[in-house]
């Protein structure tokens, strides 16, 4: 991404259902759990107090919510989390198919409105295991608030269609809340993104 996306550092977290959300992405102890533009950390905090034999990898553009994040989970003793700084549509700090389980929380909104989604995507798929599984979490298309401006929210179908480009199928269908929904996706075994 060019630019911190407006948003950064506004927490969602209380928009989601974790509960519904680590369920689905089936984390199993010794594995690794990517949380992609993590802004202040909730779920990578969430996840690594609720799985601590679970690897957590967070990843934000924003340093200063990094340093945060890492100051918290130290203050915690949470060993198994870890945060750095990344640009998700350049490369990711981790190996090919190095991941079991990614989340992307109401980013790729900011992604697509970039024109930086397709690159991320494709990335976000380097580094997925094959089986693994990726979370997003995105607000429904209505007016605000909360979340960004209704012309940059997409659809479940929208979502869909910029995810089958990177070479993912939906797993889950949409699970709808009051504010957001979530959709779980694996990679296509067979495809490689155009």
Do not use: W
């Not at 506004?10 to 990517?34: T, Y």
């Not at 990711?92 to 909104?109: F, Q, R, T």
């Amino acid at each position: 991404m060019l630019a911190r996306p407006r948003g950064a550092g506004k927490d969602s977290f209380s928009h989601a259902d974790s509960a519904a959300l680590f369920a689905a992405l089936r984390l199993e102890p010794g594995g690794l759990l990517v949380d992609l533009a993590c802004g202040p950390g909730s779920y990578s905090l969430e996840a690594a107090r609720r799985f601590p034999a679970l690897s957590v990898l967070a990843l934000d553009l924003a340093a200063d919510l990094v340093e945060g994040l890492r100051a918290r989970a130290a203050t915690e003793g949470l060993a198994n989390l870890r945060a750095d700084v990344a640009d998700l549509a350049g490369r990711l700090p981790l190996d090919d198919a190095g991941a079991d389980a990614c989340l992307m929380a109401m980013i790729v909104h900011d992604l697509a409105a970039d024109r930086a989604a397709d690159a991320a995507l494709r990335e976000v798929r380097r580094v997925l295991k094959p089986g693994g599984r990726l979370a997003v979490v995105e607000f429904l298309k209505r007016q605000p608030p909360p979340g960004p401006p209704l012309d940059v929210r997409l659809a479940p179908a929208e979502l869909d269609g910029l995810l089958a480009r990177a070479g993912f199928e939906p797993v889950q269908p949409p699970r709808f809340g009051e504010v957001a929904y979530m959709t779980i996706y694996r990679p296509v075994a067979d495809r490689r993104p155009a």
